[in-house]
């Protein structure tokens, strides 16, 4: 066996997270926290292939509130009753407050 063919990548030197402020001691740590944090590696990732799947994700989120919205809106909406012009904004506030809180649990 030559030595060519041996290659030894050392650790990386620690870092402190700009995301979570926590240190970041080792390679694997270095992954872990990639993936619990939703973050990339700029120049290790494909960024146009990550963007196409943020707006997927953010598509469907949307997609998901309006559903919600229009739900809530049913439940909300009483056919023997007159609204005034500005209930409905008011109702369309409460409901996405709600939702909103709801979405960041």
Do not use: C
């Not at 439940?75 to 960041?104: F, H, M, V």
Request: charged residues 35%; glycine residues 4%.
């Amino acid at each position: 066996m030559s030595d060519k063919n041996i290659n030894i990548i050392k650790d990386i030197e620690p870092y402190v997270s700009p995301v979570t402020g926590e240190v970041i001691t080792s390679r694997a740590k270095h992954k872990e926290h990639l993936k619990q944090t939703g973050t990339i590696e700029v120049g290790n990732e494909n960024l146009a292939a990550h963007s196409q799947k943020i707006k997927a994700e953010q598509q469907r989120e949307s997609v998901d509130f309006n559903k919600q919205i229009t739900r809530e809106y049913v439940r909300n909406y009483d056919p023997n009753r007159e609204y005034r012009p500005g209930e409905w904004r008011a109702i369309t506030e409460r409901i996405n407050a709600d939702l909103q809180s709801r979405r960041k649990k």
